[in-house]
């Protein structure tokens, strides 16, 4: 295990071109996007500052870090925005045949809802 944890360390960039670490072995100050969303922020245009490096199923995995000190909250819809989404999202919920409104989406591959699709497309 010491030796793939040497193998991905590379704190200055020489080998990878950015500071590399491996598994849970990146210092303070650094955050995944996901762990900057949980925390309530985004990355706010900035680059990618390190990596984290390790073995994983099917070769080499890669996450890439951004500082957590030049990270921006993220951004929040206005109501006018939800609305618009809640529009869309209902939309999709309404078959164009029959005009009924569905309690699961359309699916795009038939066009319409499952009662009014073909037997033969649905089965």
């Given at each position: 295990?010491?030796?793939?944890?040497?193998?991905?360390?590379?704190?200055?960039?020489?080998?990878?071109?950015?500071?590399?670490?491996?598994?849970?072995?990146?210092?303070p100050?650094?955050?995944?996007?996901?762990?900057?969303?949980?925390?309530?922020?985004?990355?706010?245009?900035?680059?990618v500052?390190?990596q984290?490096m390790?073995?994983?199923?099917?070769?080499?995995?890669?996450?890439?870090?951004?500082?957590?000190?030049?990270?921006?909250?993220?951004?929040?819809?206005?109501?006018?925005?939800?609305?618009?989404?809640?529009r869309?999202?209902?939309?999709?919920?309404?078959?164009?045949?029959?005009r009924?409104?569905?309690?699961?989406?359309?699916?795009?591959?038939?066009?319409?809802?499952?009662?009014?699709?073909?037997?033969?497309?649905?089965?």
């Amino acid at each position: 295990m010491a030796r793939v944890r040497a193998a991905f360390h590379d704190p200055d960039g020489a080998r990878y071109g950015i500071p590399t670490y491996w598994w849970r072995g990146a210092p303070p100050g650094y955050a995944t996007r996901r762990q900057l969303r949980a925390d309530g922020l985004a990355p706010g245009g900035q680059t990618v500052a390190a990596q984290v490096m390790w073995a994983g199923v099917g070769g080499v995995r890669v996450a890439y870090l951004y500082r957590v000190d030049l990270a921006r909250p993220k951004r929040v819809a206005t109501p006018r925005q939800r609305q618009a989404i809640s529009r869309a999202l209902r939309a999709r919920r309404i078959c164009p045949s029959c005009r009924c409104e569905r309690p699961y989406y359309i699916p795009r591959s038939l066009g319409e809802c499952l009662d009014c699709a073909p037997s033969e497309m649905t089965a």
